[in-house]
């Protein structure tokens, strides 16, 4: 069979079969980068389903799934597929991570191992010519949509994740990464089957429900994911010099429930929050909090105080540089400068004229006594 003939039949099967590769894996991943147009329809159709909406109209129960949806599977992708799967920043039992596993299948993104490795390999050689998705090598849209339609980023590179290859079912899920979206998408069109017939009322049916709940939600959701690979590596803040061009971002943190804290991340990996400071918000964390209390994950990791130190260091450095560029920037304001401290040096005379203050009795030093250690110590019972 010529070439692009079986190209496309093998591209059809992997539609079904993730790991076929009649030349094997590493032959696909040797290939140039170029866009795969048969690769490119399950895109385009997911894309398209969006303009269903014509036909279906909407309501305001079909809206609200959507955005529900949207946000319960951005924390899955973000928590589970990122923070667990890829960085292991906390742990959970073997039944738990499959259901994870599953979870993280619904936003229609490949398997839990696909995603860990190539997420892996980005930080092993981020903004390098080997990484896949980096804006500043390979342009924003191929960084955004282009890297995932090539043949060369489809195979799962198993070596590089070792640590979850070990089970089957993992294996199963990213061979057969269509199973979930499939039943998910019928799991949606279902509801709406339901809803339609038993609550009328709720002004939505099966098809509007499948347009909103799975097309438009998952379409948003994976351009909202895709903005990590392309915009957080050239919008924001860096706070950490770095080896690459990782930023930090408020809005695409909101987009993304916190993996817009993305120079934080590069900074150290291992932690399970993104946002290192309380006033970075970090949803995907907040989250895992809550999930930790009911004992289905432990061991969240957090941040050491030595990186949250050099943090602080670097954000009083840039600080001072941004202060000493507006007295640069806007000289006529240094005259104030004069005249304030003047102002409350007279201002401060006048008071004590007019109110003469006393000499006051020398005290006698006072006591030092370290009281960090009281509150590790529990208080008696006052009632005993």
Request: proline fraction near 5%; glycine fraction near 8%.
């Amino acid at each position: 069979m010529p070439i692009r003939p079986r190209r496309t039949l093998s591209a059809i099967i992997q539609w079904i079969d993730a790991d076929h590769a009649p030349g094997g894996a590493s032959s696909m991943r040797a290939e140039p980068d170029r866009v795969d147009w048969t690769r490119c329809i399950p895109f385009i159709v997911l894309h398209l389903g969006c303009l269903g909406v014509i036909w279906t109209g909407a309501s305001a129960f079909a809206v609200w799934t959507a955005v529900v949806l949207y946000f319960a599977r951005m924390a899955a992708v973000t928590g589970v597929y990122h923070r667990y799967f890829s960085h292991k920043t906390y742990s959970t039992s073997r039944p738990m991570q499959f259901v994870l596993a599953v979870l993280g299948g619904t936003a229609v993104q490949r398997g839990p191992l696909w995603w860990a490795y190539h997420h892996r390999h980005h930080h092993q050689h981020s903004d390098e010519k080997e990484d896949a998705h980096s804006p500043h090598v390979h342009g924003f849209w191929w960084s955004h949509i282009g890297w995932i339609t090539s043949r060369r980023n489809f195979p799962t590179d198993y070596s590089k994740v070792r640590d979850l290859d070990r089970y089957p079912e993992l294996v199963f899920l990213n061979r057969f990464d269509a199973i979930v979206p499939m039943a998910f998408a019928l799991a949606i069109w279902g509801l709406g089957a339901f809803l339609e017939v038993h609550a009328p009322g709720l002004g939505t049916n099966r098809w509007q429900m499948l347009v909103w709940g799975f097309f438009i939600s998952t379409t948003a959701l994976f351009h909202g994911t895709s903005c990590i690979n392309s915009m957080a590596h050239l919008m924001g803040r860096r706070r950490y010099e770095i080896g690459d061009d990782s930023r930090n971002s408020f809005i695409l943190a909101v987009i993304t429930l916190g993996e817009g804290w993305h120079n934080n991340h590069h900074r150290y990996q291992s932690a399970t929050r993104n946002g290192f400071f309380w006033w970075e918000i970090d949803i995907t964390y907040y989250l895992l909090r809550c999930l930790s209390w009911t004992g289905l994950i432990w061991g969240l990791k957090g941040v050491p105080a030595s990186v949250l130190a050099e943090g602080e260091r670097l954000d009083h450095r840039d600080s001072v540089a941004a202060a000493a560029n507006a007295r640069n920037v806007h000289p006529e304001y240094s005259s104030l400068k004069r005249i304030v401290p003047a102002a409350a040096a007279i201002a401060v005379a006048t008071v004590n004229a007019a109110h003469p203050v006393l000499p006051r009795r020398a005290e006698a030093p006072a006591a030092h006594r370290d009281v960090s250690g009281l509150s590790q110590v529990p208080q008696r019972d006052l009632g005993r």
